[in-house]
Nanobody, 125 residues
Framework: QVHLVESGGGLVQAGGSLRLSCAAS????????MAWFRQAPGKEREFVAS????????AYASSVKGRFTISRDNTKNTVYLQMNSLKPEDTAVYYCAFAPTPKGPYSSSNTYDYWGQGTQVTVSS
């Protein structure tokens, strides 16, 4: 069982920045994918960004591309989400997800076996 612990959420004004962190309880393999999803009130959980293995292959939702950057530190088993130019529509609970041996699309929540508890991000206008 892998445990994921997120941190870094909070309240920020529009145009501001936040950095989320997600630490995994065990070493992540080179083929694994770590990702961020988010869920706003009354909406379905949606893909934000993912990063795969040692080659750091990244993918982003179109709504965050150019503003958010995902990265990982394999020595610390940690993935980060740097969020810049935040907008009120980015307000949501952000979840870290981990797929040790991914068998589906990176953007599908069904691909991921482990989830963090979520961290609230609120962007005021």
């Amino acid at each position: 069982q892998v445990h994921l612990v997120e941190s870094g959420g909070g309240l920020v004004q529009a145009g501001g920045s936040l950095r989320l962190s997600c630490a995994a309880s065990e070493r992540t393999s080179t083929i694994s994918i770590m990702a961020w999803f988010r869920q706003a009130p009354g909406k379905e959980r949606e893909f934000v960004a993912s990063i795969r293995g040692s080659i750091s292959l990244t993918a982003y939702a179109s709504s965050v591309k150019g503003r958010f950057t995902i990265s990982r530190d394999n020595t610390k088993n940690t993935v980060y989400l740097q969020m810049n130019s935040l907008k009120p529509e980015d307000t949501a609970v952000y979840y870290c997800a981990f797929a040790p041996t991914p068998k589906g699309p990176y953007s599908s929540s069904n691909t991921y076996d482990y989830w963090g508890q979520g961290t609230q991000v609120t962007v005021s206008s």
